[in-house]
């Protein structure tokens, strides 16, 4: 079953980096190219709901962060190869949980930041820890 994956995530500690990919898992998602898809990432820490991160939409025109995240993370696609990456620096002991993609097929324009229920496919997360 197409599914969207996730990858990159480990253990750094704190003040490093990593770079979180996403992927359709064979190479489509329904039978679109990930290209077409507006992307938005989330992350759940233990005992927490799972909140939203960043997203950007299907050209990578337009991006936004939850306001934690602001100037340490950045949200980019290369629709060419149909992933999109969010490099994360700086990291906190905070930013430990695990980090999700979403798609949708719901395109926007603008500074617009779609909620958790307006995106139709999830991938398995992958697990960020930042500790020393």
């Known amino acids: 079953q197409a599914q969207l994956v996730e990858s990159g995530g480990g253990l750094v500690q704190p003040g490093g980096s990593l770079r979180l990919s996403c992927a359709a898992s064979?190479?489509?998602?329904?039978?679109?190219?990930?290209?077409?898809?507006?992307i938005g990432w989330f992350r759940q820490a233990p005992g927490k709901e799972r909140e939203k991160v960043s997203c950007?939409?299907?050209?990578?025109?337009?991006?936004n962060y939850v306001e934690s995240v602001k100037g340490r993370f950045t949200v980019s696609r290369d629709n060419a190869k149909n992933t999109v990456f969010l490099q994360m620096n700086s990291l906190k002991p905070e930013d430990t949980a695990v980090y999700y993609c979403?798609?949708?097929?719901?395109?926007?324009?603008?500074?617009?930041?779609?909620?958790?229920?307006?995106?139709?496919?999830w991938g398995q997360g992958t697990q960020v820890t930042v500790s020393s």
């Open positions: 979403a798609a949708t097929k719901s395109d926007y324009s603008g500074p617009y930041f779609p909620d958790r229920h307006e995106y139709e496919y």
């Open positions: 064979g190479f489509t998602l329904h039978g679109f190219a990930l290209r077409y898809y507006a």
């Open positions: 950007i939409n299907s050209s990578g025109g337009s991006t």
